[in-house]
């Protein structure tokens, strides 16, 4: 199975797709995730996409296509992979199209006053990444791996902001690109976590049966 979720700054992307990815044994590949370790490990790649990142623009397709083709030949990826917050502009999707099939696109709608609220008020772990808002969960310590949370550097009001706008400007075409092929499917992510992935679910559950048929018919 080969996903992508789409949507904004501070949609759930990251939230749906740990649980989702979980649920089917599949990889989990956010680059904004890869990013962020190249950046703690000091890398050139880390440190050439920190000027981006922490001005809230996006790091050049060409470096972005480069890791995803790496990182999709590993063994974990093999029963397929969930992207999330990738691809970001037509160049990427484009060049997504030459090294992988895709089955299915997931759009998370939220309005855009939501992201604000939900951005100022994430929490990561410095552990193992998982995600939490302050709003559900009031420790500072991570429930899964006992690490201590910490505020995204990118999560800054301003930058925040300019991350809105560069989505608007750069991703949001994808959602005609990827309706255009038949792939999109959109979900009302201003609901609760919980809602949002029995929608999710929904959607994929179908999928595997799409999947399912068409592998006995090859047969
Ligand atoms: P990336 O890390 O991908 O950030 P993003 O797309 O801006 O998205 P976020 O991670 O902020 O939000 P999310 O949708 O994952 O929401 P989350 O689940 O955390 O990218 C960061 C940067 O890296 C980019 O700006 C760019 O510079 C660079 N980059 C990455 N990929 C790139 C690419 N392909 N090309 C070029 N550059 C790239 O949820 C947010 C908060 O809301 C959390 O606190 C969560 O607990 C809470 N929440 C989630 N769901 C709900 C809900 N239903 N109700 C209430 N609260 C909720
Ligand atoms: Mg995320």
Redesign the pocket.
């Given at each position: 199975m080969k996903l992508i979720f789409l949507?904004?700054?501070?949609?759930?992307?990251?939230?749906?797709?740990e649980k989702i990815s979980e649920h089917y044994g599949i990889a989990h590949i956010?680059?904004?995730?890869m990013?962020?370790k190249e950046m703690r490990e000091g890398t050139p790649l880390g440190k050439a996409?920190k000027g981006?990142?922490d001005k809230?623009?996006?790091?050049?397709?060409e470096v972005?296509i480069g890791m995803v083709e790496n990182r999709i030949q590993a063994a974990d990826c093999q029963k397929g992979y969930l992207f999330?917050?990738?691809?970001?502009?037509i160049a990427?999707a484009d060049a997504l199209l030459s090294i992988s099939d895709i089955d299915m696109v997931v759009n998370?709608d939220v309005p855009a006053e939501r992201l604000v609220e939900?951005?100022g008020?994430?929490?990561m772990c410095a552990g193992c990444g998982a995600?939490?808002?302050v709003?559900?969960y009031s420790k500072d310590t991570c429930e899964k791996c006992g690490a201590k949370l910490f505020i995204?550097d990118?999560?800054k009001p301003e930058t925040v902001l300019n991350?809105i706008t560069?989505?608007e400007r750069q991703t949001q075409p994808l959602i005609d690109y990827y309706k255009a092929k038949g792939l999109l499917r959109t979900v009302d992510?201003?609901?609760?976590?919980e809602?949002?992935r029995t929608d999710i679910l929904a959607l994929t559950e179908k999928l595997v049966s799409r999947l399912r048929t068409r592998l006995t018919l090859k047969r």
């Open positions: 949507g904004p700054p501070g949609a759930g992307k990251g939230t749906q797709a956010s680059t904004g995730d990013l962020r996409a981006f990142i809230g623009e996006l790091v050049p397709d972005i999330d917050g990738f691809p970001r502009t990427q998370i939900r951005i008020g994430r929490r995600g939490y808002h709003s559900m995204r990118d999560d991350r560069v989505y992510g201003d609901r609760t976590p809602t949002v």
